[in-house]
């Protein structure tokens, strides 16, 4: 067993003759021991661990003691001058740089733990958890509405910023290794990269040419292409401006006031007080009024033209009759 003493590192004794209560690794300097269950064992060099700065054949070293590829053991901060750290009870090694959530066990001879609730893993403290079921593998402790996973243990599942779902959701595209990412902000949806989008939000829409996004007239809530002149092309309103004028000669624009277009305000929508099939109709009873008065008059005009033919014939008959008498 190893054990710290200032600056350096010794080998106490955990082998004494049953007799003379003495320790059994003691040899000449030039013979230092092997093998601490024979006093007699002494070799010239050690075929496991060397002690520094002792140079003590030993078995293993301390987890508090750094090892070198040689099979050294000493101190962590006497390495090359530069003041290493070690971390207690961890067999990682050196580090150069004292890592957050830590404290000094012994400030002095560089010896550091991770605070409680951390553990040591690549040279940093990190909190000590558990992942959530999901996870694979997993960055942090999952928390509400994030589980934090850095991988998905089903094989079916997609990563979308750190939870593991069934499928991408509105806004994400699967990258083909079922990873969700972020689609351009003005896309709704999108596939196979964040630029090809599918559906827009609202204010936009769809430019099938290119698959991009394009606003809509400023009063539109949804449209289905852009303004053409004085066309706004809305299909829904913003609510500053929230009637859509919905009438013959206008293409579905939003404004504040139907009257200032002698329009009426009827279900949000405005429209024509009478629209073009009233006048039509009327146009049509008109016309038909008009040919039922022409053929009442031809009637009228055929029937007096036989009267008078007979009334004629009347007369003549009359006065033939008087002047035979």
Not at 93 to 102: D, Q, T
């Given at each position: 067993?190893?054990?710290?003493?200032?600056?350096?590192?010794?080998?106490?004794?955990?082998f004494k003759n049953k007799d003379?209560?003495?320790?059994?690794?003691?040899?000449?300097?030039?013979?230092?021991?092997?093998?601490?269950?024979?006093?007699?064992?002494?070799?010239?060099?050690?075929?496991?661990?060397?002690?520094?700065?002792?140079?003590?054949?030993?078995?293993?070293?301390?987890?508090?003691?750094?090892?070198?590829?040689?099979?050294?053991?000493?101190?962590?901060?006497?390495?090359?001058?530069?003041?290493?750290?070690?971390?207690?009870?961890?067999?990682?090694?050196?580090?150069?740089?004292?890592?957050?959530?830590?404290?000094?066990?012994?400030?002095?001879?560089?010896?550091?733990?991770?605070?409680k609730g951390y553990i040591f893993?690549?040279?940093?403290?990190?909190?000590?958890?558990?992942?959530?079921?999901?996870?694979?593998?997993?960055?942090?402790?999952?928390?509400?509405?994030?589980?934090?996973?850095?991988?998905?243990?089903?094989?079916?599942?997609?990563?979308?910023?750190?939870?593991?779902?069934?499928?991408?959701?509105?806004?994400?595209?699967?990258?083909?290794?079922?990873?969700?990412?972020?689609?351009?902000?003005?896309?709704?949806?999108?596939?196979?990269?964040?630029?090809?989008?599918?559906?827009?939000?609202?204010?936009?829409?769809?430019?099938?040419?290119?698959?991009?996004?394009?606003?809509?007239?400023?009063n539109c809530k949804t449209c289905?292409?852009?303004?053409?002149?004085?066309?706004?092309?809305?299909?829904?309103?913003?609510?500053?401006?929230?009637?859509?004028?919905?009438?013959?000669?206008?293409?579905?624009?939003?404004?504040?006031?139907?009257?200032?277009?002698?329009?009426?305000?009827?279900?949000?929508?405005?429209?024509?007080?009478?629209?073009?099939?009233?006048?039509?109709?009327?146009?049509?009873?008109?016309?038909?009024?008009?040919?039922?008065?022409?053929?009442?008059?031809?009637?009228?005009?055929?029937?007096?033209?036989?009267?008078?033919?007979?009334?004629?014939?009347?007369?003549?008959?009359?006065?033939?009759?008087?002047?035979?008498?």
């Open positions: 067993m190893l054990a710290i003493s200032g600056s350096s590192a010794y080998l106490i004794c955990t003379s209560n003495e320790c059994l690794y003691k040899c000449d300097n030039n013979n230092p021991l092997i093998d601490t269950t024979n006093p007699n064992s002494c070799e010239n060099e050690c075929s496991n661990y060397t002690l520094m700065p002792e140079n003590i054949c030993i078995e293993s070293c301390d987890e508090n003691i750094f090892t070198t590829k040689d099979k050294q053991c000493g101190l962590c901060k006497d390495i090359d001058d530069k003041n290493k750290f070690k971390v207690v009870n961890n067999t990682s090694g050196c580090i150069e740089v004292k890592p957050e959530n830590s404290y000094f066990v012994n400030e002095k001879l560089n010896l550091i733990a991770c605070n893993e690549n040279g940093t403290c990190k909190k000590n958890f558990t992942c959530h079921e999901k996870c694979k593998e997993c960055r942090d402790e999952p928390i509400e509405g994030n589980q934090n996973c850095l991988s998905c243990k089903d094989d079916t599942d997609f990563l979308q910023e750190g939870n593991c779902i069934i499928k991408c959701n509105d806004g994400f595209y699967d990258n083909g290794n079922k990873e969700c990412l972020k689609c351009d902000e003005k896309c709704k949806t999108c596939e196979k990269n964040s630029s090809n989008c599918t559906s827009c939000k609202e204010g936009k829409y769809l430019n099938k040419e290119n698959n991009t996004c394009i606003n809509c007239h400023e289905k292409e852009g303004a053409d002149g004085e066309n706004q092309n809305c299909l829904t309103c913003k609510d500053n401006v929230p009637y859509l004028i919905n009438a013959d000669g206008y293409n579905k624009n939003c404004v504040n006031n139907c009257l200032d277009y002698n329009l009426i305000l009827e279900k949000n929508f405005c429209k024509e007080k009478y629209p073009k099939s009233y006048y039509m109709l009327w146009i049509l009873i008109i016309l038909l009024t008009i040919i039922l008065i022409v053929l009442l008059l031809i009637i009228f005009k055929s029937c007096n033209s036989k009267g008078n033919q007979d009334l004629m014939d009347n007369i003549n008959t009359e006065l033939n009759d008087k002047i035979v008498d």
